[in-house]
Every structure is written in C-alpha cells, then in structure tokens.
C-alpha cells in the first residue's frame, strides 16, 4: 500500500480548515464541531473532512443503492419519469445545497444529511409505513416511523450491525428532517449529545406526535428543501398520470408560488434565502408559508389520498401481514435455512443480534426490502394480484 506524506497532508487539512473558518458562517457547524460515537484512529491521517467522509459512507452504504427501486409517492406504475426515491433524495440535497451556499453553510453536512435522510422508508412508500407502523406496535415495539429507521440503518444495521459510526450532526439532522410538518420558521436546538439522539428516537416510536428540532442550521435547511422538493414534483407526477390538471391547483398558492415546479422550487427557494439571509433562523415569509401550507393540503386531498392510488392498499396490507409473520416463525424456529437468516441475519455481528428482538429484526429486514424485493418474496397468486391493479 502506498505511504502518504503525513505532514503534506496535515498542511493541506490545515489549510483547508482555516479556508472554512473564514468561508463559513458563524452559525454554520465546522468541521471541528464533528462528534462520532466512536473515535477513529486514522483520522489523523485522512485528508477528508468529517461531513464529507459521512457523505462518501452513505453513498457506499447497502441501503442508499437500495433507494433505486423505493417508492417516493406512486407505487406500481409502470412509467419511467415519475419520481423514485433516489431522484428525490438527490433533488433534496441540490436544493438544500443551494440555500447552504447562500447562508454560507456546511455544503458537506448538508448533502449527508439530505442524502441519507430517507433511507430508512419501508417499501411502497408511506402506504407501506402504515402496514409496517401498525405492525409493530401489534408486536410491542413502537410504531415504525421511516427517519427513525434511517438512523437505525445508518447506526445499527449496516456493516452487518456495527454501523458507520457517523456525525452526531448528520444522524441528528436526518432524525429531525420531518418536511411533512409544516412550519414557517425553524431555529436549532443546539445543545444535543449522542444521549439526546437515542432518546429521541425512543419517544418518538413511543410518542408519534413527538416533535423534533434539529440541532444544526444545515439540519433546518434539509427540512425546509425535502418539502420544496416534493411539493412540485408530486403536482408534476399527478398530472403526468392525469390525477389532476394543473388548472385545478389552489389559485392563492399559485398566484404567489406559480404552478410549475420550476417556478414553486425557485420562488421557495428564493424565499427562503431572502428571509434567512444573517438571521439566526431558518424561515419563509408569512404569506409565502401560507401559499405553500395550501399546496400542502391541495396534494394531500388530490394527490396522496386520491383513491385511485390507493386501490392496491388492502392487498398490500395482507402481504406486510403475510410476510412479517412468516420471518417471525423462522427467527423463533431458528430456521438457518430461510431468507431472513441467509440474506440478513447471515454474518450479523453479536452487537446487533444481541440488542434486538425477534420483532425489531423483523422490522429492519423488511423496512430494506426494495419494492420489487418485496413483492418476490410473496405468494405467486398474491403477487400476480397486486400487480394486475
């Protein structure tokens, strides 16, 4: 292997680090404010910075290329320009990057944090969350929510069960990306430990409505650009599939938005930018938080409640019924021979298998199946079924 010259490379990273002293804001997260659970030897000698090899893990993780083939809102269609998971996720961290570099923020905590924060969503998408949710809180352990599954990949599955030892900073901000909520203005809660982050994630499989706040300014802008992100992608899909026209939009939000997601994704950001610029908060203004609050509820009538996407739903739930019991027969008949020992549990370090019930583990291979991973490991005339819908 090839010797570097360390006191070359410590120059360099020297260099650097004083470049984004100067470079970022003093409300931005440094490299040096980076904290991982564990300390890594080799640190001293990679030329990398802290947020940036985050982001190299995630993309080398098992469950980030598993993204190709996850639902983002419309499940088996055939039709390949509607949005899948790994388009909006990639779409996130550009929109949030592009908010990061006018705010002079961490551009590297920022791509890690957009880039991983939907890894953990089960398959088929929300639909698919509800049938794995319910299930686990049949089965004793808290209802399944996809930002706290995708700090348990990040932290506790991959690397078959020792995790990537990432940020706090980066896990915190994917915990905390919730762009569901709605809010016109975010500002960060600071004071957080790696306590902090696994007591969150506790209350909220106990608690749903738990809210949580990021502890960065990069985390508050992730937040912010997931929903600027799928709001017009969604409207553009819908009507792609004729599930709406656009003259059907809400005309208050498109008088202040536009009705294109061109146009929604610039005024958004644009947005953003003018009414964060030097402040200690990340916000919307008032009128165009309102304008986006009514998009939100036109998608949510229109789009995601629209029966017509939602005909495979029962179906679907009998086979998230099916399959989660079936792992559970195997875990509990010790059955080596069964998918879930060959294909997940195979190789599995003690630390996972050692903290982590019968249920939860259940619970983990299933929320990583991809969409058609999913739907192979079913009944024939089950699976023939949901896909004639």
Known sequence: MKKYNEDIIGLARSVLHKAEAKRLSHLATHDSDAVRRAREEHRDTDYRQSFSIDVDRILHAHAYARYIDKTQVFSLIKNDHITHRVLHVQLVSKIARTIGRYLS???????????????????????????????C????????HHNVQSVQFLDKVERKGLGWNLCLQTLDGILCHDGEVHNQMLQPETDKSFDTLDREQTLKTKYSRTGLMPMTFEGCVVRMADTIAYIGRDIEDAIRLNLIDRSDLPRDSVECLGSTNGTIVFNLVTDIIENSFQKDYVAFSPNVSEALRGLKNFNLERIYLNPRIKAHSSKLKDLFDLLFERYLTHIRRKDMSTVIFRQFLNGMSASYTETHSSAEIVRDFIAGMTDAYFLSQCPDDMRLSIRRL
Do not use: K, M, V
């Open 137 to 144: 809180q049949n089965h004793g352990i808290g209802a399944f």
């Open 105 to 135: 923020l961490n551009e590297d905590l920022i791509e890690a944090i957009a880039l991983g924060h939907d890894i953990g969503h089960a398959p088929f998408g929300h639909d698919g969350e509800r049938c794995l949710s319910e299930l």
